[in-house]
């Protein structure tokens, strides 16, 4: 007994010595694991994983349905081209598509210039392409439609009376259906759409035209590409509907995917879309036939997020105009104001700028 104590003592403090050698040798292995965390982002920002699927986001048109049998045969063509499913991710309005945007759900999309630049300044997407135009095209533009037998059937009736007339307008994401007429024609005159209407709806273009063809509104926005493909849909509908006022042509929808993908694999989807439709023979028949049906009847071009410098001017303008008719407390406050507006447009014209260098 006497002996097994200083051996279980000896023993007792071998072990204390091992678990302290233990910890020490621990603690270097603990910092590297910690430093192999803070690097991760680091090395997958330098390679991307690639990419397995796409999931693409539409504009509504006239409904979820009718935007996907638009762009189901696009989706498939790319489909095929890539070697991957492209998954549709369509919706009803533009407040979902740009939520979609912001959880990160969309990878690539055809967006309205407004969307696209939201999505740009965020850093989520990069352009891709635009719509390629041609002389023999009208230009896209913004317009109003009123009833041909209603009691409002002049602009300058309209402009007038404002707050006699119901109205059916876009989303404040679209360009058609609402920053062009509010900057062209109301906030001119000074008429702020969302407040000096006897009632408004908000919809898609096909849904503002048809309020105002059925007699649920006055006066409706809308665009020159999406009244035409009204007017074949709805041929009785659309001989009631006059328009009254044209805008300038403002900028044009682009085609975004997600600034994270792989550089090559962005320059694939370019191609793809710069391609398609050039091809001779049945194949390229058929895919012209596609581009038509898409309003994109000369196909697409290559572009970046320089082409969103139009929609920048046309958005500082629209703050301008806001700034300058509002109430304010005192001269001070609206100059503070608009300071605000110019450095804000001053960061979006360098970054966009910077696309192209």
Not at 265 to 284: D, I, P
């Amino acid at each position: 007994m006497t002996l097994a104590r200083p051996f279980a003592s000896l023993l007792a403090s071998l072990l204390a010595s091992l678990l302290v050698l233990a910890a020490f040798a621990a603690a270097p292995a603990v910092a590297q694991v910690q430093h192999g965390a803070a690097a991760a982002p680091a090395a997958e920002k330098a390679a991307p994983p690639a990419v397995r699927m796409i999931r693409f986001g539409v504009l509504p048109l006239g409904g979820t349905v009718e935007s996907r049998a638009l762009w189901a045969p696009l989706m498939n063509d790319m489909s095929r081209a890539l070697g991957m499913p492209v998954n549709m991710y369509s919706v009803p309005t533009y407040e979902e598509l740009d939520r979609a945007i912001g959880r990160d759900e969309i990878d690539m999309a055809f967006l309205s210039a407004k969307m696209a630049l939201d999505a740009v300044m965020q850093r989520r997407m990069k352009v891709l392409a635009q719509i390629a135009r041609h002389p023999s095209v009208p230009e896209h533009r913004a317009v109003l439609l009123v009833r041909k037998a209603g009691p409002l059937n002049t602009l300058e009736g309209l402009l007038a009376q404002p707050e006699k007339w119901r109205l059916a307008r876009g989303d404040s994401r679209s360009v058609t259906g609402f920053i062009v007429p509010q900057s062209q024609l109301f906030l001119p005159n000074n008429i702020e759409m969302e407040t000096r209407f006897r009632s408004e709806i908000v919809g898609t273009h096909q849904a503002t035209a048809l309020a105002v063809a059925n007699g649920d509104a006055d006066v409706a926005t809308n665009n020159t590409t999406d009244f035409e493909r009204f007017r074949q849909q709805f041929p009785v509908e659309a001989e009631r509907l006059q328009v009254v006022w044209e805008s300038e042509p403002p900028p044009g929808a682009p085609m975004v995917v997600r600034r994270d993908f792989p550089p090559e694999f962005q320059v694939r989807l370019q191609n793809f879309l710069t391609g398609y439709g050039r091809a001779k023979g049945a194949r390229g028949d058929a895919e012209r036939e596609v581009l038509k049906s898409l309003r994109a009847a000369y196909g697409y071009v290559a572009a970046d997020d320089s082409a969103l410098l139009p929609q920048a001017r046309l958005e500082h303008q629209l703050g301008r105009q806001r700034a300058m008719a509002a109430s304010w407390v005192n001269e001070a406050a609206r100059e503070q104001r608009l300071q605000r507006i110019e450095k804000a447009y001053a960061e979006q014209v360098e970054m966009l700028r910077s696309a192209a260098r």
